[in-house]
């Protein structure tokens, strides 16, 4: 693809803002570049419709492409992989032709489903003509195998050719003293719930959606995964994949346990130790004819290298695609701008560019600024940067995670997820201290932020990673109203054309948030420090495995 150069005519004010640019700035100066003015310039131009709301493959990733390659130039950033400032993440699009099928067999008759009302099916196949055939349905509890929590939902059971029923999230959600209590671990996310599901050998894995536990509403299911879908194109390493996977409602849910002659009793029975998987009786069929396009994405990386350790890299990122042009919600609006999620956090690495670039010494390791592709499709421009690094994993200090800035003003705390996992945790804590704020774990830990972030695909491979969240201790209006904006972004813009620029949005929270990122980035960038992963993480065996490359 070729990356054509478009023009703004705010470009320059974007770039330097009201007080930056300026030679000469040293230490605590690189925080007087931070400009609010800027930074939502940067947004409104992200989130804009003519960026047609930034999918992959579309006008909308070249012109943000091109934008971000001319900001990275106009602040004297370095390309990041080599001569350039992209990496390329070879992708597969697979569209739907024609909507999915679903019906339920039972002795109690047959019964058609309505797609996206009722379910949302998709596959990662790509054939043209995807389809199970009376498929024997198989209650999998929770569809997880954990040894260390000794759990174990597939014990004895063979579903090979079969399709999983499980449910969303991990026995913790229910029972707080099971797997880490209400801190969801990677068990519960949906992504896992499909992965163990191949590898057992099934056909086809179904969720069974609930608002609480999933921590969204059918609608994000729906517009995440109700068309197109892009995946890692695996051709040149094919592994099993499952035929069809998908979310049913709660409702559907409950008409397929009554054909069985079940009832909800059987999903509460799960979520206790010692439950046996449960043949339900019944059998599913399902149809998708798709078709697809092998393309070629791009992930965007500018450097600063380092003075003293150039081959020693502190990685900030944020991902720069959203969903594009979808379903009409009930305004007609088709395009999902994602605003807040994640022109905001796209925006933010300009700031953090410009505040290290403005400095007179550079600092003594090298800072990388990464911005990914296909966050929404499951991570996948992160994922492949992990698989494909174009910087040594093990001489990688730290990421440092942006997605979705607060914009309802200044907090007295700063959530972050992943407690307990790594010492940037504590390095958090140590900047927000100087600023007169204190940390505090995520609001919902339920929900698995940890594992939803582009963070994950660094802590998968060993590197203390950190996405830090705006707080909710509102500094004048308390905790109340701060978990109140957000549960209302939750409900009624999260994935939805709603997320767009608004003129009341206060993003003064928000900057204070980003510029302790700044400070924690400064204070690794300018030391021979190596955060470590906490005793019990999970992440932690892997980075140990590679202490010696980094002496």
């Given at each position: 693809?070729?990356f054509?150069?478009?023009?703004?005519?705010?470009?320059?004010?974007?770039v330097?803002?009201?007080?930056?640019?300026?030679?000469?700035?040293?230490?605590?100066?690189?925080?007087?570049t931070?400009?609010k003015?800027?930074?939502?310039?940067?947004?409104?131009?992200?989130?804009?419709?003519?960026?047609q709301g930034r999918?992959?493959f579309?006008?909308?990733?070249?012109?943000?492409?091109?934008?971000?390659?001319k900001?990275?130039?106009?602040?004297?950033?370095?390309?990041?992989n080599?001569?350039?400032?992209?990496?390329?993440?070879?992708?597969?699009?697979?569209?739907?032709?024609?909507?999915?099928?679903?019906?339920?067999q039972?002795p109690?008759?047959?019964?058609?489903?309505?797609?996206?009302?009722?379910?949302?099916?998709?596959?990662?196949?790509?054939?043209s003509?995807?389809?199970?055939?009376?498929?024997?349905?198989?209650?999998?509890?929770?569809?997880?195998?954990?040894?260390?929590?000794?759990?174990?939902?597939?014990?004895?059971?063979?579903?090979?050719?079969?399709?999983?029923?499980?449910?969303?999230?991990?026995?913790?959600f229910y029972?707080?003293?099971?797997?880490?209590?209400?801190?969801?671990?990677?068990?519960g996310?949906w992504?896992?719930?499909?992965?163990?599901?191949?590898?057992q050998?099934?056909?086809?894995?179904?969720i069974?959606?609930?608002?609480?536990?999933?921590?969204?509403?059918?609608?994000?299911?729906?517009?995440?995964?109700?068309?197109v879908?892009?995946?890692?194109?695996?051709?040149?390493?094919?592994?099993?994949?499952?035929?069809v996977?998908?979310?049913?409602?709660?409702?559907?849910?409950?008409?397929?346990?009554?054909?069985?002659?079940?009832?909800s009793?059987?999903?509460?029975?799960a979520?206790?130790?010692g439950?046996?998987?449960v043949?339900?009786n019944?059998?599913?069929?399902?149809?998708?004819?798709v078709?697809?396009?092998y393309?070629?994405?791009?992930n965007?990386?500018?450097?600063i290298?380092?003075?003293?350790y150039?081959?020693?890299?502190v990685?900030?990122?944020?991902?720069?695609?959203h969903?594009?042009?979808?379903?009409p919600?009930?305004k007609g609006?088709?395009?999902?701008?994602?605003?807040?999620?994640?022109?905001?956090?796209?925006?933010?690495?300009?700031?953090?560019?410009?505040?290290?670039?403005s400095?007179?010494?550079?600092?003594?390791?090298?800072?990388?600024?990464l911005s990914v592709?296909?966050?929404?499709?499951?991570?996948?421009?992160?994922?492949?940067?992990?698989?494909?690094?174009?910087y040594?994993?093990?001489?990688?200090?730290?990421?440092?995670n942006?997605?979705?800035l607060?914009?309802?003003g200044?907090t007295?705390?700063?959530t972050?997820?992943?407690?307990?996992q790594?010492?940037?945790?504590d390095?958090?804590?140590?900047?927000a201290?100087?600023?007169?704020?204190?940390?505090a774990?995520?609001?919902?830990p339920?929900?698995?932020?940890?594992?939803?972030?582009?963070?994950?695909?660094?802590?998968?491979?060993?590197?203390?990673?950190?996405?830090?969240d705006?707080g909710?201790?509102?500094?004048?209006?308390?905790?109340?109203y701060g978990?109140?904006?957000?549960?209302?972004?939750?409900?009624?813009?999260?994935?939805?054309?709603?997320?767009?620029?608004?003129?009341?949005?206060?993003?003064?929270?928000?900057?204070?948030?980003?510029?302790?990122l700044?400070?924690i980035?400064?204070?690794?960038?300018?030391s021979h420090e190596?955060?470590?992963?906490k005793?019990?993480?999970e992440?932690?065996?892997?980075?140990?495995q590679?202490?010696g490359?980094?002496?």
């Amino acid at each position: 693809m070729t990356f054509h150069l478009f023009r703004y005519s705010f470009f320059s004010a974007l770039v330097c803002g009201a007080v930056a640019c300026h030679p000469g700035a040293t230490g605590d100066a690189g925080l007087a570049t931070f400009n609010k003015d800027s930074l939502v310039d940067a947004i409104k131009v992200l989130s804009s419709d003519s960026f047609q709301g930034r999918r992959p493959f579309t006008a909308g990733e070249t012109r943000t492409i091109d934008y971000l390659v001319k900001s990275y130039t106009a602040l004297g950033l370095e390309p990041g992989n080599g001569n350039s400032y992209t990496q390329d993440v070879p992708l597969v699009e697979i569209s739907p032709v024609g909507p999915p099928t679903l019906e339920l067999q039972s002795p109690k008759g047959n019964t058609a489903f309505q797609n996206l009302n009722d379910f949302v099916l998709w596959t990662e196949r790509p054939d043209s003509v995807i389809k199970v055939d009376a498929s024997d349905v198989v209650f999998a509890g929770f569809g997880v195998v954990a040894p260390e929590y000794n759990w174990n939902d597939y014990a004895g059971l063979d579903v090979k050719g079969k399709t999983v029923l499980v449910m969303v999230n991990d026995p913790g959600f229910y029972d707080s003293t099971l797997f880490k209590g209400h801190t969801m671990t990677y068990y519960g996310r949906w992504t896992y719930k499909y992965e163990e599901a191949a590898r057992q050998g099934a056909k086809a894995c179904l969720i069974i959606h609930n608002t609480a536990a999933a921590s969204y509403p059918f609608t994000v299911v729906q517009s995440s995964n109700g068309g197109v879908k892009l995946h890692l194109d695996t051709r040149s390493n094919p592994a099993y994949q499952l035929a069809v996977q998908g979310w049913i409602t709660s409702e559907t849910a409950k008409k397929l346990l009554t054909a069985a002659g079940k009832d909800s009793s059987l999903l509460v029975a799960a979520q206790h130790r010692g439950f046996k998987a449960v043949p339900l009786n019944v059998k599913v069929s399902a149809s998708l004819a798709v078709k697809e396009v092998y393309n070629m994405s791009h992930n965007m990386i500018a450097k600063i290298t380092g003075s003293k350790y150039p081959d020693e890299y502190v990685i900030y990122s944020a991902h720069w695609d959203h969903l594009g042009i979808g379903k009409p919600d009930a305004k007609g609006d088709s395009i999902y701008n994602g605003a807040a999620d994640n022109a905001s956090g796209t925006a933010a690495l300009l700031q953090i560019a410009r505040a290290f670039e403005s400095q007179s010494q550079k600092p003594e390791r090298t800072i990388v600024f990464l911005s990914v592709t296909a966050e929404e499709q499951g991570l996948l421009g992160s994922a492949w940067y992990g698989q494909h690094p174009v910087y040594p994993l093990a001489k990688t200090v730290a990421n440092l995670n942006i997605d979705v800035l607060n914009t309802y003003g200044p907090t007295k705390d700063i959530t972050y997820s992943g407690k307990g996992q790594s010492e940037l945790e504590d390095y958090l804590a140590d900047e927000a201290k100087k600023n007169g704020r204190y940390i505090a774990p995520e609001d919902h830990p339920e929900a698995g932020h940890y594992f939803r972030s582009d963070h994950f695909s660094f802590a998968r491979t060993g590197v203390p990673s950190l996405t830090a969240d705006g707080g909710v201790d509102d500094l004048t209006r308390g905790i109340a109203y701060g978990k109140q904006k957000h549960d209302e972004y939750t409900a009624n813009r999260y994935h939805q054309p709603a997320d767009q620029y608004d003129s009341t949005w206060d993003l003064t929270g928000g900057l204070q948030d980003v510029k302790l990122l700044y400070t924690i980035g400064e204070r690794l960038a300018n030391s021979h420090e190596w955060p470590q992963w906490k005793a019990g993480s999970e992440f932690k065996a892997i980075r140990d495995q590679t202490a010696g490359e980094r002496k």
